[in-house]
C-alpha cells in the first residue's frame, strides 16, 4: 500500500493533500489493541498516504497533528 | 450528539474493543449541506458560512458520530488528546539507548 516511512513525511504529505483539496480529503486513524498498531490514513479519493505507528512517542505527534487538523477543518474559510 | 457525550460514548467503544477488534476514527470537513447536491435548472444549495468538522468512530458493532463547530474546537482537541493518552496504550515504549558506548568510554 502507499506507506511513508516516517510520521514527518506522512503529516507533510497529509497537510498538503488536504490544502489542494479541503472538502474532499478525509483522515482515518484505526487503532488495533492486539496488535498495537495505530494506522493512519489521509486520502482525497484519488491519492492516498498511510503511516503505522508503533512506537510510544509517535503518539504525542499524531495527537498535535490531529489537534492542527481539526482546527483548520473547523475554521471559517 | 455534543462533543462530551460523543467522547463519553468513545472511551466505553475503545475498551470494549480493545479485547477482540480495533476501533476507527475518522475526520472530514463539513459545510453544513445535508441534500444531495440538486441537478441542473434546480436552485443550488446555499454556500456555506462555516465550516465544521465532522468526527466519527466506528468499531465493529456500534457507530457514533458528531459534528464540531469552530467554537467547540479547542475543548474538543482537549478532550480528545486525554482520551488517547488514556486508552491508546498498547503501543511500545522505546527504551533510551542506554550509552553503552559511554560505558565503554570512560
Same mark, same amino acid.
Given at each position: 500500500?502507499?506507506?511513508?516511512?516516517?510520521? &514527518?513525511d506522512?503529516?507533510?504529505?497529509?497537510?498538503?493533500?488536504?490544502?489542494?483539496?479541503?472538502?474532499?480529503? *478525509?483522515?482515518?486513524?484505526?487503532?488495533?489493541?492486539?496488535?498495537?498498531?495505530?494506522?493512519?490514513?489521509?486520502?482525497?479519493?484519488?491519492k492516498?498516504?498511510q503511516? !503505522?505507528? &508503533?512506537?510510544m512517542?509517535?503518539?504525542k505527534?499524531?495527537?498535535?497533528?490531529?489537534s492542527n487538523?481539526?482546527?483548520?477543518?473547523?475554521? !471559517?474559510e | 450528539?455534543?462533543?462530551?457525550?460523543?467522547?463519553l *460514548?468513545?472511551?466505553?467503544?475503545? =475498551?470494549?474493543? !480493545?479485547?477482540? =477488534?480495533?476501533?476507527?476514527v475518522?475526520?472530514?470537513?463539513?459545510?453544513?449541506?445535508d441534500?444531495?447536491?440538486?441537478?441542473?435548472?434546480k436552485?443550488?444549495?446555499? !454556500?456555506? &458560512?462555516?465550516?465544521?468538522?465532522?468526527m *466519527?468512530?466506528? =468499531?465493529?458493532?456500534k457507530?457514533i =458520530?458528531?459534528?464540531v463547530r469552530?467554537?467547540?474546537?479547542?475543548?474538543?482537541?482537549?478532550?480528545?488528546?486525554?482520551?488517547?493518552?488514556?486508552?491508546?496504550d498498547?503501543?511500545?515504549?522505546?527504551?533510551k539507548?542506554?550509552?553503552?558506548?559511554?560505558?565503554?568510554?570512560?
Amino acid at each position: 500500500m502507499v506507506f511513508v516511512k516516517s510520521l &514527518e513525511d506522512f503529516e507533510i504529505a497529509a497537510e498538503n493533500m488536504y490544502m489542494a483539496n479541503p472538502m474532499a480529503c *478525509r483522515y482515518t486513524m484505526k487503532y488495533i489493541h492486539s496488535k498495537g498498531q495505530i494506522l493512519l490514513k489521509m486520502t482525497d479519493n484519488v491519492k492516498c498516504v498511510q503511516f !503505522k505507528a &508503533e512506537n510510544m512517542p509517535d503518539l504525542k505527534k499524531i495527537e498535535k497533528f490531529t489537534s492542527n487538523l481539526m482546527g483548520h477543518m473547523a475554521s !471559517k474559510e | 450528539m455534543n462533543g462530551f457525550q460523543f467522547i463519553l *460514548r468513545l472511551e466505553k467503544l475503545a =475498551s470494549a474493543a !480493545k479485547s477482540d =477488534s480495533s476501533f476507527t476514527v475518522t475526520l472530514k470537513r463539513f459545510n453544513g449541506h445535508d441534500r444531495p447536491v440538486p441537478r441542473e435548472g434546480k436552485p443550488p444549495l446555499p !454556500k456555506p &458560512e462555516e465550516y465544521m468538522c465532522l468526527m *466519527r468512530v466506528h =468499531s465493529k458493532s456500534k457507530k457514533i =458520530s458528531t459534528v464540531v463547530r469552530r467554537e467547540d474546537v479547542p475543548k474538543m482537541v482537549t478532550m480528545y488528546a486525554q482520551f488517547m493518552r488514556s486508552n491508546l496504550d498498547g503501543l511500545k515504549r522505546v527504551k533510551k539507548v542506554k550509552s553503552k558506548a559511554k560505558a565503554a568510554k570512560g
